[in-house]
């Protein structure tokens, strides 16, 4: 699988990202192996969690995996935090105190010393942006992260932030930058595009993509409804799927569908291939719940769409533009 690298850095990540949302919930520990294993032998590096994905659950597995099914050095591994559950309620907490404490647990779960890329989940409007961003300069001088950024950050958050740390770190020797952005992009969630890539090509950060297959909207399963084992059926996901089951998603799966009719592909590969060669992206994140799917998507990897299709798919998934994006 190509490597890319992270922006201006020089951290490497394989162009495709296995995302473990689901893992310690809908997809086990024996499941999950074997995911590992086929994407380190299909030549991916970049494995993402999350402090918040399962409360915990999801790096745990992911831990006792490390080590044991691949080795730890063969894998980037990216985790975040920021976001904290108190009461049974996910809350957003960016604090210093939060976030370090929230690393430590990072590093307990997932049974190693450091983690490759930590970032920041979320902007919290009542927490100072400079305190955050102290959190993930002590991670990397305490050499508990080896690269920092941040995700779900719109076009001026992402730009405010590493433009201070940066500014921050020039002040002297052994500074902090960031590197990465995580942000949901596919061809229903273009948002992105609005102001956040325009943004990382300028402060040389790279992007990572979650959700690139539209949170499964774009494999085609939901055209004839919901079947009863995806996503959408699953009590804990079926509102973040059914964001994008709307008559905008429809048409949008439709021509991707047509699509890969016609380059006899999958969908699942069509998709893929459109928001991983989207330029300034370095790895879209894909999640799968068995080895089976994840062979769909690692599938993929063989694809290169001729432009002309881009364009098409590019043209009826158009996000909306106006005042002041488009003036």
């Known amino acids: 699988m190509e490597q890319r690298a992270v922006g201006h850095s020089g951290l490497l990540v394989s162009r495709l990202g296995l995302g473990t949302l689901t893992w310690g919930r809908d997809t086990d520990e024996h499941e999950a192996a074997d995911q590992l294993r086929e994407f380190v032998d299909a030549g991916g590096t970049l494995v993402d969690t999350a402090a918040s994905y399962g409360d915990g659950a999801s790096e745990a597995v992911l831990g006792a995996l490390l080590g044991d099914v691949v080795p730890r050095e063969d894998v980037v591994v990216c985790t975040k935090a920021g976001v904290v559950r108190r009461a049974g309620v996910q809350e957003v907490d960016t604090s210093r105190r939060a976030m370090l404490a929230a690393l430590d647990g990072s590093l307990r779960r997932l049974r190693t010393d450091h983690v490759d890329l930590w970032l920041a989940q979320a902007w919290h409007e009542d927490v100072p942006l400079a305190e955050t961003l102290s959190a993930l300069e002590h991670a990397v001088s305490s050499g508990r992260a080896r690269y920092v950024g941040f995700a779900n950050y719109c076009g001026w958050q992402t730009a405010r932030a590493a433009t201070l740390l940066d500014a921050r770190a020039s002040g002297g020797p052994g500074g902090t930058v960031a590197v990465a952005t995580q942000v949901e992009l596919s061809l229903v969630q273009r948002g992105a595009e609005r102001e956040v890539l325009p943004a990382t090509a300028a402060l040389g950060l790279g992007v990572l993509a979650w959700s690139p297959l539209g949170r499964g909207v774009l494999t085609g399963k939901y055209r004839a409804g919901t079947p009863a084992d995806p996503r959408a059926a699953s009590p804990h996901l079926s509102g973040f799927v059914g964001a994008h089951l709307d008559g905008a998603s429809?048409?949008?799966?439709?021509?991707?569908?047509?699509?890969?009719?016609?380059?006899?592909?999958?969908?699942?590969?069509?998709?893929?291939?459109?928001v991983r060669d989207t330029p300034g992206v370095s790895s879209a994140l894909v999640g799968a719940r068995t080895a089976a799917q994840l062979?769909?998507?690692?599938?993929?990897?063989?694809?290169?769409?001729?432009?002309?299709?881009?364009?098409?798919?590019?043209?009826?998934?158009?996000?909306?533009?106006?005042?002041?994006?488009?003036?």
């Not at 048409?251 to 069509?270: I, M």
């Not at 599938?299 to 002309?308: T, W």
């Not at 364009?311 to 488009?326: F, I, Q």
């Open 250 to 274: 429809r048409r949008v799966v439709d021509a991707v569908v047509t699509a890969a009719d016609g380059l006899g592909r999958s969908p699942v590969e069509v998709a893929l291939a459109w």
């Open 295 to 327: 062979r769909a998507s690692l599938a993929s990897e063989a694809v290169a769409l001729p432009q002309e299709i881009r364009r098409a798919l590019a043209e009826v998934s158009a996000p909306a533009l106006g005042y002041p994006e488009r003036f």
